[in-house]
């Protein structure tokens, strides 16, 4: 049986080329298209039609009617599929426990689990406020819109990340960088730390260090005040991109050289 090494790529979806959409040199232009005046409204717009997202929302609203406690709600996936990305914590999803523990703890309280898990899960929790309003305060009409409205934009800007890597990121940044006049509370922000340490081009392997340690190598390499200056803050972004890009295809350019090589062998052992 002769296959050839062309057919075994169309069978499997790989192609020769290792090359990926959204390179380093496409990514300014499409911040610029991303950040277009009107463009997120009639992003969101078509994702609010999106029948998976429709789903996904419907079966939250009727999870939270049915809900009898704030820790039963708060322990359903469907629930928790919706308000875990609406709060910043889209890779914390399936952490059923760690997500029910940290939302109900005291965003105020220095001591509480949100607040030892860092920036994001503090805002999580304070955001939420179910510490003292508990399944009332979840079900509020105005809060569900809040969550629905910002579970939709997550699903609108990871979109952008299917063809430009790090694009919800930089929309993050550009919309919060301001908020952030400390570098320890800018490196507890999941997406900022992200920003900031592959703009600056510090190793993933930094994490390892002390918090000290980390914020030192961060304000060596920038000014914090930069951060209350949009122009600079559009500069850091752009790094961020065109870093994020580079990445991306490197790990795509690694992982189609290894699916090259199997389905080669494959081919070369059906040709056999």
Same mark, same amino acid.
């Given at each position: ?6 057919? %075994? ?7 020769? $080329? ?23 409204? =009639? ?37 928790? =599929? ?69 579970? %939709? ?41 992200? %920003? ?11 994490? %390892? ?43 795509? $350019? ?19």
């Amino acid at each position: 049986m002769n296959i050839t090494l062309s057919q %075994v790529q169309a069978l499997f979806g790989v192609s020769s $080329s290792g090359t990926t959409s959204g390179t380093a040199a496409e990514a300014i232009p499409a911040l610029n298209r991303a950040t277009a005046e009107g463009a997120e409204e =009639k992003g969101m717009a078509r994702e609010e039609k999106d029948p998976v997202t429709l789903s996904t929302l419907a079966q939250f609203r009727t999870a939270l009617d049915k809900a009898d406690t704030i820790e039963e709600a708060l322990s359903d996936p469907r629930i928790l =599929k919706v308000i875990a990305p609406a709060l910043g914590l889209a890779d914390q999803v399936d952490s059923t426990a760690l997500l029910r523990k940290a939302l109900l703890s005291d965003p105020s309280d220095d001591e509480s689990l949100a607040t030892q898990l860092g920036t994001t899960w503090q805002n999580a929790a304070e955001t939420l406020g179910v510490y003292s309003t508990g399944l009332d305060g979840l079900k509020d009409e105005t809060l569900v819109q809040t969550l629905t409205d910002a579970y %939709v934009k997550y699903q609108y800007r990871s979109g952008l990340d299917d063809s430009q890597a790090g694009m919800s990121n930089a929309l993050y940044a550009l919309e919060n960088a301001s908020n952030f006049t400390d570098v320890y509370t800018l490196l507890g922000d999941s997406a900022m730390r992200e %920003v900031v340490t592959t703009a600056l081009g510090l190793p993933d392997a930094i994490v %390892v260090q002390s918090v000290e340690a980390q914020g030192r190598a961060v304000t060596s390499r920038m000014d914090l005040d930069s951060l209350q200056d949009t122009k600079q803050v559009r500069k850091l972004v752009e790094r961020y991109l065109i870093a994020a890009a580079n990445e991306a295809a490197e790990s795509a $350019s690694s992982s189609s050289g290894d699916a090259i090589t199997t389905i080669t062998s494959l081919a070369v052992s059906l040709k056999a």
